[in-house]
């Protein structure tokens, strides 16, 4: 009895221990009801230890892998905002997303889930790259409302550090080719204090795919972006062998403003001084507020033009245009004074020779002989007129006046210089007056003291009546109506002498007016050259390339 029920027992014991196993391997599978909600529960718990963990005798001093291989950090630019670019101080801003990407393995962890994401508080509780920025004048970080920073933890100890950065940095500017100029801004940093022995930099998704800018991101009024390349090298220095890593800018000058302020003003500058070479040359103060205006007008564009430009040594494509346009209307101005300078000469030419003919017109024989006639005759009629008057004087006189003798002696210097035959005593015997021989003969001297006048002119009347008008009112009343009567018949007694000559004196020149041989010149020769300098000008800079290598490229 005792044999049989020992092998019932031992059955019935293995049935109850797998009967056990099942039962906790249910368990295990399915788990109790409540544990996802006591494990979620527990998960602030656990976020705390880890980083509790992480930072328990962590030095943020030391570098990874100090005293090991070198620390390689990859980085990675995203570019929100390009611009402005500012040619005087020769910079440029963005605001950019700059990241950082390194491997610390004292920041390793094992935990539920796979990145831990901090805010900027644990940035400066572990170890983060001395990064800066070799060609930068200023960079900000922003910090509203918080600081702009992200810090990750993957579990393998990667770390992703990324911040919001404003940089002003430096853009070399060659401007020979301004304004159809483009610049390579480039954009340069590395670690400050650690050589390429302890640290160097990588790009994170290649030279191509590692700095980002969308079309939007670039706000540029006066360049156009044309995009952007990136280089990586080695800098020494007393203190060791340095990465810098660099990325260009490509900038390319948009031109639609300065042909509107200044190419095209510049233009019609030049244009307008050549209007003057067709304006009449006598017409000088139009034609030198013609010359003035424009060279003001050259001048003013000139410095207005420079207001956006540095300082620079060197002539600019536009300087040399300004200078050429300022060179045509400065000629234009120059050209009406050589203008004016020689019609003067001409003028002055002309009118000498105008006098020399007049002063060497001869006279013809026959003039002359009629001259002489003309001369006998007219002492003839005047010694008859001074016999009337003699008479007319004597017959006054009986009356009872008296009037001196020097009046009626007067003899006009053509019959003193005419006749070389008359003698006091003709004198004193023709007459009928009661003159005396003295009286005559001082009456022809003081006639031949008077100096001699042209033979064809008629001066007996104006003599006669000048010195009867000049005289005391008593020769007028004693001469009375005969001093009419001579005055009018003395013009015809020596008309035959007032006969004008068969030969003319020659005409003086017509005035010099019209349009002068260099403004014909001018109006061709002027705006063949200046179409002629703009065609080279623009043809050599628009074919050339203009754009600024860059240092990776050379």
Known sequence: ????????????????????????????????????????KLWPENFTSILNSLLDGYDNRLRPGFGGPVTEVKTDIYVTSFGPVSDVEMEYTMDVFFRQTWVDKRLKYDGP???????????????????????????????????????????????????????????????????????????????????????????????????????????????????????????????????????????????GYFMIQTYIPCIMTVILSQVSFWINKESVPARTVFGITTVLTMTTLSISARHSLPKVSYATAMDWFIAVCFAFVFSALIEFAA?????????????????????EFPVAPVQRERSTEETVMSTDANSNVR???????????????????????????????????????????????????????????????????????????????????????????????????????????????????AVTPPAPPAAHSGTSKIDKYARILFPVTFGAFNMVYWVVYLSKDTMEKSESLM
């Open 113 to 255: 889930i796979e990145i831990l994401r901090l805010n900027n508080l644990m940035v400066s509780k572990v170890w983060t790259p001395d990064t800066f920025f070799r060609n930068g004048k200023k960079s900000v970080a922003h910090n509203m409302t918080a600081p702009n920073k992200l810090f990750r933890i993957m579990r393998n100890g990667t770390i992703l550090y990324t911040m919001r950065l404003t940089i002003s940095a430096e853009c070399p500017m060659r401007l020979v080719d301004f304004p159809m100029d483009g610049h390579a801004c480039p954009l340069k940093f590395g670690s400050y204090a650690y050589p390429k022995s302890e640290m160097i930099y990588t790009w994170t998704k290649g030279p191509e795919k590692s700095v980002e800018v969308p079309e939007e991101s670039s706000s540029l009024v006066q360049y156009d972006l044309l995009g952007h390349t990136v280089s990586t090298e080695t800098i020494k220095s007393i203190t060791g062998e340095y990465i810098v890593m660099t990325v260009y800018f490509h900038l390319r000058r948009k031109m």
């Open 339 to 359: 203008v004016n300078y020689f019609t003067n000469i001409q003028m002055e030419k002309a009118k000498r020779k105008t006098v020399k003919s007049l002063l």
């Open 387 to 501: 016999k009337r008057t003699n008479a007319t004087v004597q017959s006054e006189a009986d009356g009872g006046s008296r009037i001196d003798t020097r009046h009626s002696s007067i003899q006009p210097p053509s019959v003193a210089q005419g006749s070389s035959d008359i003698t006091p005593y003709s004198l004193s015997a023709s007459s009928p007056n009661p003159f005396t021989r003295i009286n005559a003969s001082e009456t022809l001297s003081s006639a031949r003291a008077t100096p001699p006048a042209p033979p064809s002119t008629p001066i007996l009347t104006g003599f006669v009546s000048q010195h009867a008008t000049a005289g005391s009112p008593s020769i007028q009343h004693l001469l009375g109506s005969r001093l009419e009567q001579i005055q009018t018949t003395t013009p015809n007694t020596l008309g035959a002498s007032a006969k004008p000559s």
């Open 1 to 40: 009895m005792v044999s049989a029920k020992e092998p019932a027992i031992a059955m019935s014991s293995g049935l109850s221990i797998a009967l056990l196993h099942c039962l906790c391997l249910a368990t295990c599978l399915t788990g109790p009801p409540g544990q996802g909600k006591k494990e979620e």
